[in-house]
């Protein structure tokens, strides 16, 4: 019996910091309106829950989230296995881990709209997967299981939904990887012997049953032991259907130009069993499961209390709603912890109750900081306001700003009364940075982020390190509520604007460049920003490259005198024939300690700002490389790096603009690039056809990179191709030279199979199709076990000039820096103007 004791209490004071820190209350931002009051109060009665399995942001059906958690009052939870790095970006440059860091917050943005709560695991998403083989040779089957198994014991649901079924019909590996994952998690969670490290937390959990969301049955029948149901209604206290909620939630994965009308009238729903007790009947995943308190012992009188204050409620005024919500805060403390079920369930419903008591009292809790970002042992000030909108005599009994100063306040406060509290406070010289937890280690495997601690894995991102407690009397309860720290500004477009508070190193070491690419032993220089995060940094520069390489810094002592200043420093960097590639480091030495942190601000005004850490490094590339022509033109496209990386290699690179497209010649461009998608994202590009078609003709060079599939009224190429979804995902399978003599693969470099060793995520997508006779077919590749794809680069003569679709991925590779990559785009760049 001791030992079931101290388990519970282990329990609860994890799930104290899990519902106490990490999910804060959201001040003036979170007050509930009085229908979503009554929905909530709806939601406190239910005891049920549901958890929705995955692989990427977008996977989720934000439909049935809305009608789980809004009709049927559930608590419901989406886990992604992966933050969906590996994607690509329509609304920036943004790829790879900064990719996911953005797709995370449009996650937590779709939640606020359809309810649910956000999980993750540790597996990161290294790009598009054929089968579940591939995704399991690359993620670690079995810590991504772990994750799943910890989020399901600390959720605790009684069903589990998977997105995709395990047999492959959803197409990418990672789906069916998501599906076989929650199969095995279903009973894993449930076994002593599997992650018991994870015990000293938590307790093993069966959930009741799996099934797979099936999609649409083209004849609308239902097969026996399947289940459907329609979840298109409308909700009328909310005034939007569940179609309207599911479009706003899937129309913030905006990165991914997800945008989607809403879904008006009926909306059919399957499910498939997996596993688990069979739900009986045909149309109720929960039909055998009591989903009120009197599953719970003890918990009919908490189930008749929640029923009577809901037949009371009065939408005018929900504060007289208060002292039946203090009743039920109170049964709810004293309810029996005979279990660590029970331990869950109460700690839950006891937070789903406080935040009922501070909307029906209209509080407003709100910590605001001084400054955006400080560092560890910096001082800013707090300003804390407080304001009860609805109920009189709220007691303010005490303020506590953590992790180490507090106050006693003891304050009646009046009724729409705002109090205005400041505090100067000094942040603790051990705190750690506020990065992202899962990006503070660098990833030491290509398909899993490091987690060093247990109690974070699944949640969508750190917490505040900087919060406030206030201690709040209502209705004879005491109510400790905490409030992020934040800082606000008031912006003159968008209004009131929030940012989460940085904790940031003193100084940042920001290289110009994440690569070096270098053509011959020609000296380059580089920028370094320095940027200080507190008054007074005087440092010096310093920067260690691998052997064959020199860096000389000039002038490398500094002084920054005001917190945001900034400077550049510049070195000289040389290769002396070195055919290494290495990493040149940087470094500041400063007040007796070293910092070496570059940062990188993720920013969109549909996000709260977000920023990374990582080390200040650049990757040194010596390419043996020849280039022709000097004059790129570059029509941007949904996003990406390759401007920068061709002025790598002496590029001169103009920007096009429609202005530019619309009038005057195009001759002085010895070739003009589409970004990514360019002709998805600018529909202004088919009025420009003919005039790119004519600079071909005229004898220019258009190189068009990957877009996705067209009609096939939309006209790209002098002659005619479609775009297919064919891909080469393997970053390192055989690439075969169709005719080797090609001036592609000649002029003014000579290609070989060494090119394409150490490329990264994928050889290239959205091959082209239905080709032409005039195009001539380049590379031939194809990933294990498929025949061979011969449309990822084709290139044809048009009058003077030449025409090329480039479904290689050289969006990814150029900013890498691979060396191949490299040579073989400035052969296109350099088609008709290198031949000797």
Request: glycine residues 10%.
């Amino acid at each position: 019996m001791k030992k079931i004791d101290s388990a519970i209490k282990t329990v609860v004071i994890f799930l104290a910091f899990s519902f106490g820190i990490l999910h804060l209350y959201a001040g003036g931002n979170g007050q509930l309106n009085s229908a979503e009051i009554l929905l909530n109060m709806e939601r406190l009665g239910n005891t049920g829950s549901v958890l929705y399995i995955a692989a990427h942001p977008d996977d989720e059906n934000t439909n049935l989230l809305a009608y789980l958690v809004s009709e049927k009052k559930l608590r419901v939870g989406y886990l992604s296995l992966t933050r969906g790095d590996g994607g690509q970006n329509l609304i920036g440059k943004e790829q790879g881990e900064p990719l996911g860091l953005l797709r995370t917050q449009e996650l937590l943005a779709a939640r606020k709209i359809d309810g649910a709560e956000q999980f993750f695991s540790r597996a990161y998403d290294f790009g598009y997967s054929k089968n579940p083989e591939e995704t399991f040779s690359i993620w670690n089957k079995d810590s991504i299981l772990a994750d799943i198994v910890w989020v399901i014991r600390t959720f605790r649901p009684d069903v589990i939904i998977t997105r995709f079924p395990s047999t492959g019909e959803g197409g990418h590996g990672h789906h069916t990887a998501s599906a076989i994952l929650a199969i095995e998690a279903f009973d894993a969670a449930a076994d002593p012997t599997r992650f018991t490290e994870q015990l000293q937390y938590t307790s093993t959990w069966q959930a009741k049953r799996l099934y797979w969301n099936s999609f649409a049955i083209g004849n609308n029948s239902v097969a026996e032991g399947e289940i459907s149901f329609d979840d298109g209604g409308f909700n009328t206290l909310l005034g939007k259907s569940y179609g309207a909620i599911s479009a706003l939630s899937r129309s913030m994965h905006k990165c991914q130009g997800m945008g989607t009308p809403p879904l008006r009238g009926s909306n059919m729903e399957y499910f498939k069993y997996l596993k688990g007790d069979p739900a009986p009947g045909s149309s109720d995943l929960f039909g055998d499961i009591d989903l009120s308190w009197v599953r719970v012992p003890g918990g009919s009188t908490v189930d008749a209390a929640i029923k009577e204050m809901i037949n009371k409620y009065d939408l005018t005024k929900p504060e007289n709603s208060l002292s039946a919500l203090a009743s039920i805060y109170r049964m709810l403390r004293e309810l029996p912890e005979g279990s660590i079920d029970i331990a869950y369930l109460k700690q839950r419903k006891l937070e789903e109750t406080k935040k009922l008591m501070l909307a029906c009292a209209g509080i407003f809790l709100e910590a605001s900081s001084s400054e955006y970002s400080t560092t560890p042992g910096g001082k800013i000030t707090i300003t804390l306001q407080a304001l009860s909108r609805l109920a009189e005599g709220v007691e303010l009994q005490k303020i506590y700003f953590f992790p180490q100063d507090d106050s006693v306040i003891d304050i009646s406060m009046n009724r729409n009364t705002l109090y205005t509290f400041i505090h100067e406070y000094t942040v603790h010289p051990k705190i750690e940075y506020s990065d992202p937890y899962w990006l503070k280690s660098k990833r030491n495997t290509k398909g899993e982020f490091v987690i060093n601690d247990l109690l974070q894995t699944g949640q969508p991102e750190s917490g505040a390190l900087v919060y406030a407690r206030a201690d709040l009397e209502i209705a004879g309860q005491v109510l400790a509520v905490i409030i992020p720290v934040e800082f606000k500004y008031t912006d003159p477009v968008r209004g009131e604007v929030h940012r989460p508070l940085e904790i940031l190193p003193i100084v940042n070491v920001n290289p110009a460049e994440k690569n070096m690419v270098f053509a011959g032993e020609e000296p380059r220089n580089i920028a370094i920003r320095i940027i200080a995060n507190e008054p007074g940094i005087r440092g010096v520069l310093t920067a260690t490259a691998i052997d064959g390489w020199s860096v000389k810094i000039k002038d490398s002592l500094f002084f920054l005198t005001n917190k945001g200043d900034e400077i550049l420093i510049h070195a000289t960097v040389k290769c002396y024939g070195n055919k290494q590639s290495g990493l040149l480091s940087f470094r500041v030495l400063t007040r007796d300690k070293e910092y070496s942190k570059s940062i990188r601000r993720v920013e969109y005004d549909h996000i709260p700002a977000q920023f990374m850490l990582s080390e200040a490094e650049v990757k040194l590339v010596n390419v043996d490389l020849k280039t022709a022509g000097t004059n790129i033109g570059y029509i941007p496209g949904a996003g990406d790096e390759i401007p920068a990386s061709l002025k790598q290699v002496g590029y001169d690179v103009t920007t096009m603009t429609d202005e530019m497209l619309s009038g005057g010649s195009l001759d002085k461009f010895d070739a003009i690039v589409c970004g990514v998608r360019a002709f998805n994202v600018n529909p202004r590009l088919q009025v420009h056809h003919q005039k790119l078609m004519d600079y071909i003709n005229g004898g220019g060079n258009l190189i068009v990179q990957y877009n996705t599939p067209f009609t096939a009224s939309v006209k790209i190429g002098p002659y005619p191709f479609t775009i297919t979804s064919s891909r080469v995902t393997d970053e390192n399978a055989e690439v075969r030279f169709i005719d080797p003599n090609s001036e592609v693969l000649n002029i003014p470099n000579r290609i070989t199979p060494a090119d394409f060793v150490g490329w990264i995520q994928e050889r290239g997508t959205y091959f082209a199709g239905d080709i032409d006779p005039h195009y001539e077919k380049i590379l031939s590749m194809n990933d294990a076990g498929e025949g061979p794809l011969d449309g990822s680069l084709i290139a044809a003569k048009y009058g003077k000039g030449y025409f090329v679709y480039s479904g290689v991925a050289f969006f990814r590779e150029l900013p890498a820096g691979v060396g191949g990559a490299y040579r073989l785009f400035v052969n296109l760049l350099s088609l008709g103007l290198g031949r000797e």
